[in-house]
């Protein structure tokens, strides 16, 4: 099967179905400002070391959890502020999802790339 052969340019990243395979991994949500950045220096090492171009996935707020107990995350303040720290001090591309439509604009000042949930 051929696919037709379209780039799409996400921040300095250049990805489409004839380029090299371009990671996107993270954690689900961010735990710690610690885990966070450890979690983003290692990805970025391993994805230098492998010549893999990364993009960095983190949600500042996991709404959709399989318990209303758990943990979801910072909130869209300080958990915008965390990824954009992020960004800055490691220079990766950034993905994190919303979780109302009033958030977009607010998250797209930060992230490259914003995911929508299905539920939303």
């Not at 799409?8 to 004839?18: A, C, E, F, H, K």
């Not at 996935?57 to 915008?80: I, M, P, T, W």
Request: aromatic share 6%; hydrophobic share 45%.
């Amino acid at each position: 099967m051929k696919f037709p052969q379209k780039v799409v340019r996400i921040g300095s990243l250049s990805v489409g179905n004839q380029l090299p395979l371009t990671l996107i991994a993270g954690p689900c949500v961010m735990e710690s400002r610690a885990h966070l950045w450890g979690m983003a220096s290692a990805l970025k090492k391993i994805c230098s070391e492998l010549k893999i171009p990364l993009i960095f996935k983190c949600s500042y707020d996991k709404a959709n959890r399989s318990s209303h107990q758990s943990f979801r995350g910072h909130g869209v303040r300080e958990g915008l502020e965390m990824l954009a720290e992020v960004k800055k001090k490691f220079g990766l591309t950034l993905l994190t999802d919303v979780h109302e439509p009033h958030e977009a604009e607010r998250a797209a000042a930060v992230a490259d790339v914003l995911q929508i949930p299905a539920f939303l």
